[in-house]
């Protein structure tokens, strides 16, 4: 017959290097050596949100002042540890964001509204604007076949007989106008 016996799981944190911590001069020396360079990754990340870049950075190096063999690793030095630390906290805060509701009070949801219908009005125009932009730049030929098929909403053959073109030259001028339209908008669309 067997006895089982029922022994403490030790904790992670039960473990002499886990109680240990990094001095405060080691702390203060990778803290100034790295912390602009783990912000400047973060803040990155972050979509711009300096205040997340600035939470996530200070966890990042609050889990290094716990981790004290990271100044003795065999690399040069330990910044690939703060970066993966602090990737892998961006993560975890992206995943976190993602399982909960976005907290909306009553009165910030009609100033959400109001700012979302203007913010789409001002996307419309500017789609607008760089769309028209964009076809004025195309030659006459090609503005012709785009105007009667995709604005005019005609068919291929419709198109030809209108321009007095054959079928297959309203086709080629199509793929070569909308080529040149993606190119355009392409160059123009811009930087987030």
């Known amino acids: 017959?067997?006895?089982l016996t029922h022994s403490r799981p030790t904790r992670v944190n039960d473990s002499p290097t886990a109680r240990a911590r990094m001095s405060e001069a080691a702390f203060r020396r990778l803290n100034a050596m790295h912390r602009t360079?783990?912000?400047?990754?973060?803040?990155k990340r972050t979509f711009g949100d300096p205040q997340l870049a600035e939470d996530l950075t200070q966890e990042t190096f609050l889990r290094a002042l716990h981790h004290p063999e990271?100044?003795?690793?065999?690399?040069?030095?330990?910044?690939?540890?703060?970066?993966?630390?602090?990737?892998?906290?961006?993560?975890d805060h992206l995943r976190s964001r993602r399982s909960r509701?976005?907290?909306?009070g009553f009165d910030?949801?009609?100033?959400l509204f109001d700012e979302s219908a203007a913010a789409n009005e001002i996307d419309l125009l500017l789609t607008t604007w760089s769309l028209h932009s964009a076809v004025a730049s195309l030659s006459d030929q090609h503005r012709a076949v785009v105007t009667q098929v995709y604005f005019e909403n005609r068919s291929v053959n419709a198109?030809?007989?209108?321009?007095?073109?054959p079928p297959g030259t309203v086709k080629s001028r199509c793929h070569y106008a909308l080529r040149a339209l993606r190119t355009t908008l392409r160059e123009h669309r811009p930087v987030t």
């Open 159 to 165: 198109t030809a007989e209108i321009l007095g073109v």
């Open 70 to 91: 990271v100044l003795s690793t065999d690399h040069r030095t330990a910044l690939p540890w703060l970066y993966r630390v602090a990737r892998n906290l961006f993560i």
């Open 1 to 3: 017959m067997r006895t």
């Open 101 to 104: 509701p976005a907290e909306v």
């Open 108 to 111: 910030d949801l009609d100033t």
């Open 37 to 43: 360079a783990v912000l400047s990754y973060l803040a």
